[in-house]
């Protein structure tokens, strides 16, 4: 028999068990969950306090535990709807709820954006973590968020949506990117670090950005101005900086898996992109793997504007003859789709706190890329070009960064990154009724290794310094194919085959916090490049046979954050910057329009620009933000493109065509100038409003307009954003460039401009109203919808060859787990 005493003991465990449930189920529900109210993603880094001393940091997951801060109120018999919690983080609002509240909402709470965000980290301007408001530069950033949201479908579409950056696009397959009146090679691309400018980047259009998966990329900042004290040689007119997906960890024992896949689906050119990436990560160890791949068929221009845009006639071949054929619907853009695929691969380790390795592997070809505006050129009655296309153009990069962050004499931090990069690229052209295809295939192999610094002399003072080198080799050929019998011929390269292009340098960054309300950052930078190449004269009598330049080049910067007030702030940066002639500059043969011929120039020099910007932001309150800046940029010795003569004979005979000589030589001035300005604001707590603006002007030294300087552009967004819904309506608007406003190499393309009541080409003005809508069903599955163009404009962005999207309807499903 069970004795009272057994009896009394078995009830006393039963009793222990149910308190210890209890307390369990407590401890549970005293775990706070925070998430974004518009994609219920949670939130890392939310501070946590309450005016009595309580502090707590939410985790990866949104969560942090109350438990000490619940016991604190039962302690002092507090009442609930007086025992406050505070929730402040930099990119929300700051959010004030009692104990009785975060009960009745289940210990879960959906916060805000906030618009304002001085304390925003970036990285590009030093190259190391610092708050936005304490560096002098300006600087934009486009967050996965904002990627999320307006669903781009490519890198170049991903900078347009900042509404700060215009683009270009000769054809589908393209953008460039067009900063302060500056393009091309005098702008710096870096993925992850790493630059990718290489040695033939060109002056004219270039659409090697679109090499960049914008699926895969986690954060983009695109620093305005000089970057040539941080990033070298081409950073005249600004950086852009790519930072992909970063491979995640767990703080568990146990692997833990991430996925998302996005399908996209869009009308103007019945796009279908499929994009998927796996993430593996355990406690020192991760792996992240992506894959993108999307079709572009020929794309559907607007139904409303001028009808020079209009595709009349397309060329097709039958029976091996050349056909011009008439267009059923002058609306779609023949022969202008094509296709993409997007490889990421990166891995992990972080062996200690100290000490992180990251190896990443990037991947992009394109299929055939039809070179649009080359197709649509007339000679008389009949199309020029039957064929016109750049073959596949291939980008690999292999990359291994180290970072080490236990202090020592020299430096806190530590980061290593060593790449190696293989550009391939190539063209292809035949003229209409000829039985030649021309093919040119250049090939660029890139090393190169960054060493970068940080040693924190004391709380207010610090040094950034770092060391660069790069190197690369051109392969270049040319041959004629004969379609009707198979014969190759060879041709002339496009480049001197077998060229280098190297340079090395080292920066010194100073940064002092002079007051609490001001901070100084300057630096210096030096450059030594050296360029070769041997020039063969089986098809050209070149007055030289190899050019050979060895020169260098000091940049400097310096410039004050100064925040006089909370709601004020007052930037003014001066910083010089260069460019020195590569491979492109000097070596290149090329048509470079209709009638004329660029040729060699050996005795071309770097180019200067001298910049200088002021820019002032004023907030109110958590509310609104108003930001204005202003600049200024004279480039001496500036590579142009000019009217020359080869041999003393100012045209020559190119591929059967008598053409003008022209080559890139250095003018004596030009100038940029012109502002940027931004409005932010948060009208309620689910509505916010942001519009942007910017104004550029660029003259030479005979005040003939610059080809890059775009004209005046912006764009306006009304957000509205209940619980779990993004609804974004807004207005995308260009000003007009008149004839006298346009370089003379764009008045000398008739053929893609709109004609004025003289008959002579300009770029009109335009604007389009649009619309993206984006729904979370679950912390799993999101809706995406999208409505371009609503009014179905014809309008071709200036510049560019292609004609954008008519009417657009995008249709998304992204799914993660």
Same mark, same amino acid.
């Given at each position: 028999m069970v004795s009272d005493q057994e009896r009394k003991n078995e009830m006393i465990r039963y009793l222990y068990v149910a308190l210890l449930l209890i307390s369990v189920q407590q401890a549970i529900g005293q775990v706070v969950s925070v998430k974004d109210a518009a994609d219920l993603q949670p939130i890392a880094n939310m501070f946590i306090y309450s005016e009595r001393g309580f502090s707590v940091l939410t985790d990866e997951n949104g969560k942090a535990d109350v438990s000490a801060f619940i016991a604190e109120v039962k302690d002092t018999d507090t009442d609930k709807d007086k025992a406050v919690l505070m929730l402040q983080h930099p990119s929300y609002l700051l959010t004030v709820i009692n104990l009785k509240q975060l009960e009745e909402r289940g210990f879960e709470l959906l916060l805000k954006e906030s618009v304002i965000d001085l304390n925003e980290v970036v990285v590009g301007a030093t190259r190391w973590e610092e708050s936005r408001n304490k560096i002098p530069q300006t600087v934009a950033t486009i967050s996965s968020k904002d990627v999320v949201l307006q669903n781009p479908q490519t890198s170049a579409d991903l900078l347009a949506t900042s509404g700060k950056v215009f683009v270009q696009k000769s054809q589908l397959g393209g953008g460039s990117p067009m900063i302060r009146g500056f393009s091309a090679n005098r702008l710096l691309i870096a993925v992850d670090g790493?630059?990718?400018?290489?040695?033939?980047?060109?002056?004219?259009?270039?659409?090697?950005?679109?090499?960049?998966?914008?699926?895969?990329?986690?954060?983009?900042?695109?620093?305005?101005?000089?970057?040539?004290?941080?990033?070298?040689?081409?950073?005249?007119?600004?950086?852009?900086?790519?930072?992909?997906?970063?491979?995640?960890?767990?703080?568990?024992?146990?692997?833990?898996?991430?996925?998302?896949?996005?399908?996209?689906?869009?009308?103007?050119?019945?796009?279908?992109?499929?994009?998927?990436?796996?993430?593996?990560?355990?406690?020192?160890?991760?792996?992240?793997?992506?894959?993108?791949?999307?079709?572009?068929?020929?794309?559907?221009?607007?139904?409303?504007?001028?009808?020079?845009?209009?595709?009349?006639?397309?060329?097709?071949?039958?029976?091996?003859?050349?056909?011009?054929?008439?267009n059923d619907d002058p609306l779609i853009q023949r022969r202008s789709g094509y296709r993409q695929l997007n490889l990421l691969q990166k891995v992990r380790f972080k062996p200690n706190e100290h000490l992180e390795f990251n190896y990443a592997f990037h991947f992009s070809r394109t299929g055939e890329v039809p070179r649009y505006d080359r197709l649509i050129e007339y000679a008389g009655d009949q199309l020029k070009f039957a064929d016109w296309y750049y073959g596949p153009q291939e980008w690999d990069m292999h990359s291994l960064s180290i970072a080490y962050t236990q202090p020592s004499l020299l430096f806190d931090k530590m980061r290593m990154v060593a790449a190696y990069q293989k550009y391939g690229e190539s063209r292809h052209d035949r003229k209409f009724g000829k039985e030649a295809l021309r093919n040119r295939y250049e090939q660029v192999d890139v090393l190169s290794f960054n060493w970068d610094l940080d040693k924190r002399i004391n709380e207010?003072?610090?040094?950034?310094?770092?060391?660069?080198?790069?190197? !690369?080799?051109?392969?270049? =050929? %040319? /041959?004629?194919?004969?379609?009707? &019998?198979?014969?190759?011929?060879?041709?002339? @390269?496009?480049?001197?085959?077998?060229?280098?292009?190297?340079?090395?340098?080292?920066?010194?960054?100073?940064?002092?916090?002079?007051?609490?309300?001001?901070?100084?950052?300057?630096?210096?930078?030096?450059?030594?490049?050296?360029?070769?190449?041997?020039?063969?004269?089986?098809?050209?009598?070149?007055?030289?046979?190899?050019?050979?330049?060895?020169?260098?080049?000091?940049?400097?910067?310096?410039?004050?954050?100064?925040?006089?007030?909370?709601?004020?702030?007052? !930037?003014?940066?001066?910083? =010089? %910057? /260069?460019?020195?002639?590569?491979? &492109?500059?000097?070596?290149?043969?090329?048509? @470079?329009?209709?009638?004329?011929?660029?040729?060699?120039?050996?005795?071309?020099?770097?180019?200067?620009?001298?910049?200088?910007?002021?820019?002032?932001?004023?907030?109110?309150?958590?509310?609104v933000q108003l930001e204005a800046t202003g600049f200024y940029t004279l480039l001496r010795n500036a590579m142009v493109r000019r009217d020359f003569t080869f041999n003393g004979m100012d045209s020559i005979l190119y591929d059967g065509t008598l053409s003008q000589v022209q080559a890139v030589v250095n003018a004596e001035a030009a100038r940029v100038y012109g502002g940027q300005f931004g409005i932010a604001a948060r009208l309620t707590d689910w509505m916010r409003i942001t519009s942007q603006y910017s104004i550029t002007k660029g003259f030479d030294q005979d005040n003939i307009p610059l080809r890059h300087a775009s004209p005046n552009f912006g764009s306006t967004h009304l957000i509205f954003e209940p619980n779990r819904t993004r609804l974004d309506f807004y207005a995308v608007y260009n000003g007009a460039l008149a004839f006298e406003q346009l370089a003379p190499t764009e008045q000398a393309k008739p053929h893609i401009y709109a004609m004025d009541a003289n008959g002579d080409p300009y770029s009109p003005a335009w604007v389009t109203f649009n619309m993206k809508a984006s729904y979370q069903v679950n912390t799993n599955i999101r809706l995406q919808f999208g409505f371009e163009n609503v009014m179905d404009l014809r309008y071709r962005p200036y510049s560019s060859g292609i004609v954008a999207p008519g009417r657009n309807i995008i249709l998304g499903l992204r799914a993660a787990i």
């Open positions: 790493v630059r990718m400018n290489n040695a033939i980047y060109r002056s004219g259009n270039l659409q090697n950005v679109i090499s960049i998966d914008p699926h895969a990329v986690g954060n983009t900042e695109v620093i305005f101005g000089p970057g040539s004290v941080m990033y070298g040689s081409d950073a005249i007119g600004g950086v852009m900086l790519f930072s992909t997906t970063v491979p995640k960890f767990t703080d568990t024992k146990r692997a833990k898996v991430w996925s998302n896949a996005l399908m996209r689906y869009s009308t103007a050119n019945k796009e279908n992109t499929g994009h998927v990436d796996l993430n593996i990560g355990w406690r020192k160890w991760s792996f992240l793997s992506s894959a993108t791949l999307s079709d572009y068929r020929d794309l559907r221009m607007g139904a409303n504007g001028p009808d020079e845009y209009l595709r009349p006639n397309y060329v097709d071949q039958f029976d091996g003859q050349d056909t011009m054929l008439v207010d003072h610090e040094l950034l310094y770092g060391a660069e080198f790069v190197y !690369n080799k051109v392969g270049s =050929t %040319g /041959f004629e194919l004969d379609l009707e &019998d198979a014969a190759l011929t060879q041709v002339a @390269s496009r480049y001197p085959d077998g060229a280098t292009f190297a340079s090395m340098a080292a920066y010194l960054n100073f940064k002092a916090n002079i007051t609490n309300d001001l901070t100084f950052i300057g630096g210096a930078r030096y450059s030594q490049v050296l360029l070769d190449a041997l020039f063969d004269n089986t098809f050209f009598d070149f007055p030289f046979e190899e050019v050979d330049i060895n020169t260098g080049a000091i940049n400097g910067s310096m410039g004050f954050a100064y925040r006089p007030t909370p709601h004020w702030q007052f !930037n003014l940066n001066v910083a =010089t %910057g /260069f460019r020195a002639p590569n491979v &492109d500059d000097v070596g290149k043969i090329f048509d @470079s329009e209709p009638g004329s011929v660029v040729v060699p120039n050996d005795e071309l020099d770097s180019e200067y620009a001298y910049s200088g910007d002021l820019s002032i932001v004023r907030t109110f309150g958590e509310r």
